[in-house]
Each structure stands twice: as structure tokens, then as C-alpha cells.
């Protein structure tokens, strides 16, 4: 018998009809994954089966006694205490003298009354006391939560962590709203190998391609009110819902046709003669009541980004870069890289590891500590904003984007604004709310609305995927993949840095900056050698100090010979960025100059002398830039 299920099930919320007739089983052990595009109702289906919200018809089973771990994208701001009582309060009694024996053992007993540090005494005469608080607080390390912190002092995505934490904790069966949302990689990593070893239900919406992958077993589809069950994982599944909308296409395809012929027959029949077939004739408007009812599906969003003229071949290059707060906590160092035109970079890092100040850096809103940082010319940057801040919640979708204008231009193309914004799916009923009452989803395709409004040759984007759904995602990696200027994201979206980046930079929670070739899955795999070498090559630390002298690697003594390229190497590596920067300068000339629109007429020699110039000083720059890693190279290896 199905753990949970629902049967003949009908819902409608204001005017928007979620379920139509419809059903759907959850058996022991099933991995479910509710996929659909946003705003079809995957979170009210969810809320439908964890019993929160009531059907308007049909019916939906429990199992007795099924206890449900039910994780919402909005948390309750009821909870109260510090983290560790909060996630033990999901265990009812037991948590709450599990909560007292934490109290007890880190000698705090005064807190907790005579009677409850009485009964907390007898219980933690027995093991299994101590095993569950092992438990609780395993998961709680994990998720990266300080059991001692008071949950109402907590941010809104760690908040969402401790909600995760009770859920994971006391339930026979786990309904989860977008569990990886506000997770770092690593977090997303540890929450995907617990839930593989649970043999526990798991029922989850997600638009992790790669959370999805791993964990479903079965995959439900919301669709038009409907519900499409798939006894496959994901990859399996996005075949079989092409061959199923393929074969609707088709299906209407030939009502339609039968429909116009049967149009047809009916002019002609009011023409030719009085009499009808009546049956026809009813069967007829049968037809015309069930295309009128027919849901179109929905439609897709077309995202295109407002290019500028192209920038100067180096974007961007940083020298031995570190930054440290005035406090002296200190956020990374070693930031070596180089950055060109056309590049897709992404960058990764557990939460707090330091990636927005990083971009700060990078981008020159903050002054390295140490090292330098080199910008390229003719930058035109493009930001979007984790944190939504420049959205303006009191404004319109339509103000947002057009700020008080009817018209927007993209790539030389006049549109008006609602037109635009049906590209990305605002219908015109839309356009007028503001942004305060837009659901997480659609706050993010209005951002990236506004932000490709503005002209760029470098898209910066602070976790752009958030709330998007899979087909809007790919679209995005498109656009992304397509574009001819420069992008630099960070994401934890493991499956989206694996389709667009080509090179990774890591901050790795050790304080230092890396860069890698490839996207998530090459970090990876490079990383992991790295770590092994550090176990197995680490040297056991010396006994004392004379013995740090005796073992210490002995410096080895450099020739004649050696000793002269290595001074040269060092003055040319001195000299590189002057012979750059006036490449740049000679570039950012000849391109003034250029876009003089009757420099032609005047001077056509010297307008095809210019032109000609322009992709030799980009080959010019390019041949420094690696000269520049072959000196690094090369002097590393004279100081060995």
C-alpha cells in the first residue's frame, strides 16, 4: 500500500486550476523527483501531500503514524531557542530531553527546571541518549550550523538549513521545496550522499540537474494541471516527455484537421439544404468545446543580452593578490590569473569562503591588500546581483526594466517593453505588479530582463540560476554559451559550470586562490589527486628545531650561466606590463579613431592601415601574455 497518495485529485487556487482529475502514488523506498516549469504548482502539490493544504475534490491517504519531514522554500518564523533545541523539537518528547542533556553536558543545568533536569538525569543514564545526540549534532556539522546560535538571529538561508536539519532528523519520509537553495557545493555534495545512503521515502522538487540525477529514481510531471508519472530517472525521462508532447502534436494535429473539415461541411450544409444530420451537427460542437478547453502548454522564454562593441583582448590579470580586512581576518591570497576576451570562468567556493569579495577585487571595487590587479580596456560590465538589491520592490515588472519608458533596445532592435518581457514569460497581466509580490522565480527572469537591457561585453552573474526552471536554465547556458564578450559566474549549480565554463577558479577554504581548466566535475577530478599527494607526500614534523635545520630542503646553488637568465628573466618580467599597457593604449586609440565615421572618406589608406593594426596588436598582446607564464616558469625552476 502507497505510503501517501491522492486520487481524483481537483484544485483550484484564485483563478488558476493545479490539479485536474488527476493522481499520483508514493511507495516505500521511492526517490520522487515533481519536475514542471514555474508556476504550474509543483509546491502546492508538494504542500497537498505533506497535508498542509486540503483538495477541493478527490481524496488523500496516509499511511497511520507516518511521520513526514516537510521542507518549504519559506521556513516558519515561529521557531524559537538555539539551533540544536530547534532541531530537536522535531522529535517531540524526545527531543525536548535531548535538548536538556545538551544543556546538561556543556553545564548549563541552571537553565532547565528541577523537575525536567531530574527526568533528563535518568535518560542519560542510557546510551541511546548519547547516540541520537550524536545524530543530531553529525547532521547539524554537516550542514554547517553552530547548535549554540539563536535561530532567531539567523539569516533566511540558514534558517532553511535548520529546517532541513529536523526534517532529515525525525521522518519516515522527506518532502523537500528545492533542498540545495542557499547550499554551498560542498554542503550539496554531503546532502546528496546522505540521502543515497537513506533508504528512507524522499519526495523533492529541484532544478539541480545534477541533485536530480543522483538521487531520482522516479520522476512526476506537472504539466497543464496533470500529472505524468515516469518509473525512470532523469535522463530517461527528458526522452520519454519529448516522445509524449511529440505524440500529443500530432494527436491535435489530426483533431484539428478533422475539426476544419467538419467546419467546412456545416457552411456548406446551411448553403445546400435545410435538413442536417443532427448527430453530426452535436458532434461538432462537442469538438469546438473540447479545443476551446484545450491548455496550450507553456511557452518558452527567448533571452537575448544587449552586446557592446568588444573589449581589448586582456579583460583582466591579477599578480600574487591577496586581501585581508582591517580586523586581520584574512579572505585569500594568491591570486594568480589571466582573463581574456571570450572567456567563460566560473567560480566555486563553500558559503563564506570569500567569492563576492573576490569579485570585488577582481573588479577594482576593492583595493588588494597585496599583489596587483590589471583591467583591460574598452570594459563595459554587466552585473547581476545575488541578493536581488537592484530591484526595486515598490516599482512595476514593466518600470523595472523600461524605467518609465514604453520602448526598450536590444542589439539595434526598437520593442516595446511588454513585448519584450513576454520573452521572458511575463504575460501582459503581469506587467504592472510589483516586483515586492513576484515569486523567487520570476524576481530572477525579471533581473536578467533588466540586466541584458544594458549594453556589455562582460557579464558578471552572483548565482543566476536560483529558482529557475530547466528549461529557462538551458536557455540561459545558451545565451551564455553564445555570447562573444566575456563571463564570469558563480554558481553552485554543478551541472550548469560543467555545460558552460572553461576554466574554474576555486577558493577552497584554505585561504588561497586556484585556478583550474575545465568546469565542476574537471575541479574535481584535478582536485582530488592534489589532496591525495598532501596526505600521503606531507612530511612528519620535525622533533626540534635542529633537526628543522638538518631536514630542511637544501636550496640548490645556481651556475654562472643560470644566475645571468635568471637577472634577465627577471628585468624582461619587469618590463612586461609597460610593453602591455601600451598595447592597450595604441588599441584604445586606433579604436577611437576608428569609430570616426568619415575617417574613410578623408583618409581610405590610412582607414585600412588602422584596421589592419587592430588584430596585430591582439596577437602582439597575446604572445606577452604567454612570454609572461613561460617566465614564471622558467624562473620557478632555477629556484628549485
Known amino acids: 500500500m502507497a505510503l501517501i497518495s491522492i486520487q481524483n485529485a481537483n484544485l483550484t487556487l484564485g483563478s488558476k486550476q493545479i490539479l485536474d482529475d488527476t493522481e499520483v502514488f508514493i511507495e516505500q523506498g521511492d526517490r520522487l523527483c515533481i519536475v514542471g516549469r514555474n508556476g504550474v504548482g509543483k509546491s502546492t502539490l508538494l504542500s497537498v501531500l505533506a497535508g498542509r493544504l486540503e483538495l477541493d475534490s478527490g481524496e488523500r491517504h496516509a499511511e497511520p503514524g507516518l511521520r513526514i519531514g516537510y521542507v518549504q522554500q519559506a521556513v516558519p518564523d515561529h521557531w524559537q531557542g538555539s539551533v540544536f533545541s530547534v532541531t530537536a523539537d522535531a522529535l517531540g518528547r524526545e527531543g525536548h530531553l535531548l535538548a536538556g542533556a545538551h544543556l546538561i553536558a556543556s553545564d548549563r543545568r541552571d537553565l532547565l527546571s528541577p523537575d525536567l533536569a531530574a527526568e533528563v538525569d535518568k535518560v542519560m543514564e542510557h546510551g541511546e541518549v548519547w547516540e541520537r545526540h550524536g545524530e543530531v549534532m553529525g547532521v547539524l556539522n554537516s550542514l554547517d550550523l553552530d547548535p549554540e546560535a539563536d535561530f532567531s538571529t539567523l539569516s533566511g538561508g540558514t534558517r532553511r538549513r535548520v529546517a532541513l536539519a529536523r526534517a532529515l532528523i525525525a521522518s519516515d519520509i522527506l518532502l523537500l521545496d528545492e533542498p540545495t537553495n542557499h ?3 560542498s554542503t550539496i555534495a554531503w546532502l546528496e550522499e546522505y540521502l543515497a545512503r537513506q533508504s528512507r521515502t524522499l519526495v523533492f522538487i529541484s532544478h539541480d540537474r545534477a541533485f536530480v540525477r543522483r538521487l531520482a529514481t522516479r520522476i512526476v510531471e506537472v504539466d497543464r494541471a496533470k500529472l505524468y508519472t515516469y518509473a525512470c530517472g532523469y535522463d530517461r525521462f527528458l526522452e520519454h516527455r519529448e516522445e509524449r508532447l511529440h505524440a500529443e502534436d500530432m494527436q491535435n494535429a489530426v483533431f484539428d484537421k478533422k475539426l476544419a473539415q467538419e467546419e467546412v461541411w456545416i457552411r456548406q450544409g446551411i448553403k445546400a439544404r435545410r435538413t442536417r444530420n443532427m448527430g453530426r451537427v452535436r458532434e461538432l460542437y462537442k469538438m469546438r468545446e473540447e479545443r476551446a478547453a484545450r491548455r496550450a502548454r507553456m511557452g518558452t522564454a527567448t533571452l537575448n543580452v544587449q552586446e557592446a562593441e568588444k573589449s581589448g583582448k586582456l579583460v583582466a590579470e591579477m599578480r600574487s593578490v591577496g586581501f585581508t580586512w582591517p580586523d586581520g581576518f584574512k579572505v585569500f591570497e594568491g591570486g594568480n590569473l589571466i582573463i581574456q576576451r571570450g572567456d567563460k570562468v566560473g567560480l566555486i567556493g563553500d558559503n563564506g569562503a570569500g567569492k563576492t569579495t573576490f569579485l570585488r577585487v577582481l573588479l577594482g571595487d576593492l583595493d588588494p591588500t597585496s599583489g596587483t590587479v590589471r583591467l583591460g580596456t574598452n ?262
Open 183 to 185: 547550499l554551498d557545493i
Open 379 to 640: 570594459l563595459e560590465i554587466a552585473y547581476f546581483d545575488q541578493l536581488r538589491d537592484s530591484l526595486d520592490d515598490e516599482k512595476s515588472v514593466m518600470d523595472s526594466v523600461a524605467q518609465g519608458n514604453d520602448r526598450v533596445t536590444i542589439n539595434g532592435e526598437t520593442r516595446h517593453v511588454a513585448s519584450y518581457l513576454q520573452d521572458f514569460l511575463f504575460e501582459s497581466s503581469r506587467l504592472r505588479t510589483p516586483v515586492g509580490l513576484l515569486s523567487g522565480g520570476e524576481r530572477n527572469r525579471l533581473l536578467l530582463a533588466k540586466l541584458f537591457t544594458k549594453p556589455s561585453n562582460m557579464l558578471v552573474l552572483d548565482e543566476p540560476t536560483n529558482d529557475l526552471d530547466t528549461e529557462t536554465l538551458e536557455l540561459l547556458e545558451e545565451m551564455l554559451a553564445n555570447y562573444k564578450g566575456t563571463v564570469i559566474v558563480v554558481s553552485h549549480d554543478r551541472a550548469f559550470l560543467d555545460e558552460l565554463v572553461t576554466s574554474t577558479i576555486a577558493l577552497e577554504g584554505d585561504g588561497f586562490v586556484r585556478d583550474y581548466v575545465g568546469g565542476y566535475t574537471d575541479w574535481l577530478r584535478q582536485r582530488q589527486p592534489e589532496e591525495k599527494a598532501l596526505k600521503t607526500e606531507k612530511p612528519a614534523a620535525p622533533a626540534s628545531k635542529a633537526d628543522w635545520k638538518e631536514n630542511a630542503p637544501k636550496k640548490r646553488r645556481l651556475s654562472y650561466k643560470e644566475q645571468r637568465e635568471q637577472e634577465a628573466l627577471l628585468k624582461e618580467q619587469e618590463e612586461l606590463p609597460a610593453r602591455l599597457e601600451a598595447l592597450e593604449q595604441e588599441q584604445a586609440k586606433l579604436e577611437a579613431e576608428l569609430a570616426d565615421p568619415d575617417l574613410f572618406t578623408r583618409d581610405p589608406e590610412g582607414f585600412n592601415a588602422k584596421i589592419a593594426r587592430i588584430p596585430q596588436i591582439e596577437e602582439e598582446q597575446l604572445a606577452l601574455l604567454e612570454r609572461s607564464e613561460e617566465i614564471e616558469e622558467r624562473l620557478k625552476e632555477l629556484e628549485i
